[in-house]
T-cell receptor, first 116, second 115 residues
Framework: AQSVTQLGSHVSVSEGALVLLRCNYS??????LFWYVQYPNQGLQLLLK??????LVKGINGFEAEFKKSETSFHLTKPSAHMSDAAEYFC??????????????FGKGTKLSVKP | DVKVTQSSRYLVKRTGEKVFLECVQD?????MFWYRQDPGLGLRLIYF???????EKGDIPEGYSVSREKKERFSLILESASTNQTSMYLC??????????????FGPGTRLTVL
């Protein structure tokens, strides 16, 4: 069965510092991996996704993530945090199978705070 | 741009009331989903639908039902609301189903409070 673990429910960085949000997954078949962002009182918005093309995936707002099969990880990074990055971030995995087994499984989320 | 709308942003209901949450998407997507979001628990799938009049249970269907009479509309029904159903409810849609890598597009959410 697939699962997602996000290390750290809260992460705090200073403006201009590196952002690193960790995501590890388990999957018995090749996965699709997603990062979503949720700003306060809004729905989720796709940041980026991995669908077995390039292992380094670039997303919106300067974020990127690297798929590392050997580490079963898909960590999200941004070189320089901005105040507007403060939000909750969700990692999700979907297995490349049909039916309900292929539905998205979400991690519990990581709240990112950015200090001025 | 894909647009997923939900009928209410905030809703307050009383215990025992029947509650309808409506979701509409404008991109002719085959698949629609209802999630519940609670602090520290992430998103949990309640029900999903792969086609009109088709529905399947997700991880936490108890106390909920759904209806999909038209392709663009997916309704979540709380037959008799209880206080433990106080939560944020998120609707999503995607062109194809799970296991395809298709992006799910989310609505803004409905924050439901049951008193």
């Amino acid at each position: 069965a697939q699962s997602v673990t996000q290390l750290g429910s809260h992460v705090s960085v200073s403006e201009g510092a590196l952002v690193l949000l960790r995501c590890n997954y388990s999957s018995s078949v090749p996965p699709y991996l997603f990062w979503y962002v949720q700003y306060p009182n809004q729905g989720l918005q796709l940041l980026l996704k991995y669908t077995s093309a390039a292992t380094l995936v670039k997303g919106i707002n300067g974020f990127e993530a690297e798929f590392k099969k050997s580490e079963t990880s898909f960590h999200l990074t941004k070189p320089s945090a901005h105040m507007s990055d403060a939000a909750e971030y969700f990692c999700a995995v979907s297995e490349a199978t049909g039916g309900s087994q292929g539905n998205l499984i979400f991690g519990k989320g990581t709240k990112l705070s950015v200090k001025p | 741009d894909v647009k997923v709308t939900q009928s209410s942003r905030y809703l307050v209901k009383r215990t025992g009331e029947k509650v309808f949450l409506e979701c509409v998407q404008d991109m002719d997507h085959e698949n629609m989903f209802w999630y519940r979001q609670d602090p520290g628990l992430g998103l949990r799938l309640i029900y999903f639908s792969y086609d009109v009049k088709m529905k399947e249970k997700g991880d936490i269907p108890e106390g909920y039902s759904v209806s999909r009479e038209k392709k663009e509309r997916f309704s979540l029904i709380l037959e008799s609301a209880s206080t433990n159903q106080t939560s944020m409810y998120l609707c999503a849609s995607s062109f194809r189903g799970g296991g395809t890598g298709d992006t799910q597009y989310f609505g803004p959410g409905t924050r439901l409070t049951v008193l």
